[in-house]
């Protein structure tokens, strides 16, 4: 583990960030934590509620609270992050950037092919219109290759055999 130092990793929505994380946490002596699930819990509301009820503005305002508390209160920690939280003015003070990579159609069908894949596609609000997310991957992707101190790609690649590149690669990195 890197001296109080964060991992944070970005990349589009479902790349796994949550699945590679999860892996790391079993292979290292980190803990993580989830930015979805921070702001889900304290607002005891689904992230699709609060886009549906407050609109995307409320919620980025509520990621950028979250951005704040992570730098000043957080360390030692793997943060995985909401597809969009790259956009923090402060994401590199946070810690160590690590993108999660992969095509727009590998993500999407990677989606799919889950037993549960309505439940998934249903929880993400901007991956309701696949014609728009797409849209929305293109313009994302070269800024997340901007941001990144470290890139996955994890295409081809198992979440086991992610999380085992990213512990090597944070290693090397520092
Ligand atoms: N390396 C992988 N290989 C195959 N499927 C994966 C991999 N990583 C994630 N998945 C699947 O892709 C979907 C989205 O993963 P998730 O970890 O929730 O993404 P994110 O946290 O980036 O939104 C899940 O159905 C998950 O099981
Ligand atoms: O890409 C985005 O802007 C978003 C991604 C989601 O997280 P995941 O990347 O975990 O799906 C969630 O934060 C919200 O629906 C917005």
Redesign the pocket.
């Known amino acids: 583990m890197l001296k109080n130092k964060n991992i944070v990793?970005i990349?589009?929505?479902?790349?796994?960030?949550?699945?590679?994380?999860?892996e790391v946490i079993k292979h290292s002596d980190y803990i993580t934590i989830?930015t979805d699930d921070i702001i889900e819990s304290m607002q005891n509301r689904k992230i699709k509620d609060i886009f549906a009820q407050d609109g995307e503005a409320y919620f980025r305002k509520l990621e950028r609270n979250v951005a704040a508390w992570l730098e000043s209160s957080v360390k030692n920690t793997l943060i995985?992050t909401?597809?969009g939280f790259y956009k923090q003015e402060n994401l590199k003070k946070i810690g160590t950037v690590v993108l999660?990579d992969s095509p727009f159609e590998k993500?999407i069908k990677?989606?799919k092919?889950?037993p549960?894949?309505l439940k998934?596609l249903k929880k993400?609000p901007l991956l309701k219109d696949l014609k728009k997310a797409q849209e929305l991957y293109d313009e994302r992707r070269p800024e997340y290759l901007k941001v990144a101190d470290i890139v996955i790609d994890?295409t081809k690649?198992?979440?086991l055999?992610?999380s085992k590149e990213l512990l090597k690669k944070v290693k090397t990195h520092a």
């Open positions: 990793l990349g589009f929505m479902g790349v796994g960030k949550g699945s590679v994380a999860r989830d995985s909401g597809g999660l993500i990677r989606i092919h889950h549960n894949a998934k993400r994890v690649k198992s979440a055999e992610c």
